[in-house]
C-alpha cells in the first residue's frame, strides 16, 4: 500500500477539483492500487473468522466489518470453577523504512476471571511477525504487562500495578505465560489473530479506494 502518498495526493486534488482542475493522475494511481490489492486472493470478499476452525474453543464477541478491532471469549474449565477468557485483538500502528512498509504486527489484551470472583487479570501482549520469507505467519507472542484489577475498568492511574512485566523474576514471567497458554492463548492464536485482521484490514483498505474512486469519476 502507498496510502500516505495516496492520500497527500487525493487530498490535494479533490481541493483542486472544486476549482474546477483535473486530478492530476489520482484517479488513475487509485485504479492501479485496487488493481493490485484485488491480484491478492484474499481481497475478493468480506474476511470470516470461524473459531471453531482456526481457534478451538474461542467464540466471536465482535468483529464488525468496519471496526479495526475484533472481541474473542472462551470458558476455561479445569479443576476450579470455570473462568472466562476474553481476547481483545488489532494491529499494531504502521510502521516504515523510508517508503517501504514494514510487516505488521498485532497487539492483544487478554483477560481471564471468575464469574463473580475478584481481581480480575489483565495481560497485555504483542505478536511480531515472523522473520523474513514466513509470509504473514507470527512468530508467537510476548507478554508486554500484566496487572489485575477489583473490576472492569479499575485501572486509574494512582493505582499501583505493580512493576514492569520484564522486571518480574524471570521464572514468574514463564509462569505466567503457561498459565495463559493452558487457556488457549498460545502461538497459534496469536498467528490466527494477526492474519485475520491483516486480510480484513486489506478489504476495508479496498473499500476506502473504491469510495476514492467514485469521488474522482462522479460527475465526469
Known amino acids: 500500500m502507498f496510502l500516505r502518498r495516496l492520500s497527500t495526493s487525493a487530498s490535494a486534488a479533490l481541493r483542486r477539483r472544486r476549482r474546477g ?11 492501479a492500487e485496487i488493481a493490485h ?6 481481497n475478493d ?27 474473542l471469549r472462551r470458558c476455561h474449565r ?23 512498509p514494514l510487516p505488521r504486527d498485532a497487539l492483544m489484551k487478554v483477560f481471564v476471571c471468575k464469574p463473580g470472583v475478584a481481581p480480575l487479570l489483565r495481560f497485555d501482549c504483542h505478536a511480531a511477525a515472523a522473520a523474513a520469507g514466513d509470509g504473514d505467519a507470527a512468530a508467537g507472542y510476548d507478554i508486554t504487562a500484566f496487572s ?6 479499575d485501572d486509574g492511574e494512582s493505582k499501583y500495578e505493580g512493576p514492569s512485566f520484564g522486571d518480574l523474576d524471570p521464572e514468574l514471567q514463564a509462569a505466567l505465560k503457561e498459565y495463559l497458554t493452558a487457556r488457549g492463548v498460545n502461538s497459534e ?5 494477526r492474519q485475520h485482521l491483516l486480510r480484513k484490514e486489506r478489504v476495508q483498505y479496498v473499500n476506502w479506494l ?8 462522479k460527475d465526469r
Do not use: C, K, M, W
Not at 89 to 98: E, I, K, N, T, Y
Not at 148 to 153: R, S, V, W
Not at 189 to 193: E, K, Q, R, T, Y
Not at 210 to 217: A, H, Q, S, V
Open 37 to 42: 490489492e484485488l491480484s491478492s486472493d484474499s
Open 189 to 193: 492464536l496469536a498467528s490466527s489473530l
Open 78 to 100: 479445569d479443576s476450579g470453577p470455570a473462568e472466562e477468557v476474553l481476547v481483545s485483538a488489532l494491529l499494531a500502528p504502521l510502521r516504515f523504512d523510508g517508503d517501504e
Open 21 to 31: 482542475a483535473n486530478d492530476d493522475g489520482v484517479l488513475a494511481a487509485v485504479r
Open 210 to 217: 473504491r469510495t476514492l474512486e467514485g469521488l474522482f469519476t
Open 148 to 153: 489485575y484489577h477489583e473490576f472492569p475498568g
Open 45 to 71: 470478499s468480506s474476511p470470516s473468522l470461524h473459531p471453531q476452525d482456526e481457534i478451538p474453543g474461542f467464540a466471536t464477541v465482535s468483529d464488525a466489518p468496519r471496526a479495526q478491532d475484533l472481541l
